[in-house]
């Protein structure tokens, strides 16, 4: 499975992005996909996840009420809409696919994208 992640940019404070990932190859067990970001000097970090099959969503609390993160009717692209940014938001982000069951601990994810960074301006 081959994840291509792009929409990342430089935007100003209380802007708005929005990222898409595409997924591609053998999709077939692909569950769910989600987001994470690490910032510079930090840990990568969980951002979001949906499951494809029930629709539903999970937000970091640092996001909740920012982001919005939904996928396509073929369940092979997700996207993040990242509305009212802020600096702290600065990051690369990076998708990535799971199989087993939603989770916000990275080792649970087997496929990665490489990443787009996102920088947020004061």
């Known amino acids: 499975v081959q994840l291509q992640a792009s929409g990342g940019g430089l935007v100003q404070a209380g802007g708005s992005l929005r990222l898409s990932c595409a997924a591609s190859?053998?999709?077939?067990?692909?569950?769910?996909m989600g987001w994470f970001r690490q910032a510079p000097g930090k840990e990568r970090e969980f951002v979001a996840l949906i499951t494809w099959s029930s629709g539903s969503t999970i937000y970091a609390d640092s996001v909740k009420g920012r982001f919005a993160i939904s996928g396509d009717n073929f369940k092979t692209t997700v996207y993040l809409q990242m509305n009212s940014l802020e600096p702290e938001d600065t990051a690369v982000y990076y998708c990535?696919?799971?199989?087993?069951?939603?989770?916000?601990?990275?080792?649970?994810?087997?496929?990665w994208g490489q990443g787009t960074l996102v920088t947020v301006s004061s």
């Open positions: 190859g053998r999709t077939f067990d692909n569950l769910g």
């Open positions: 990535a696919t799971w199989s087993g069951g939603p989770s916000r601990i990275e080792a649970n994810y087997r496929y």
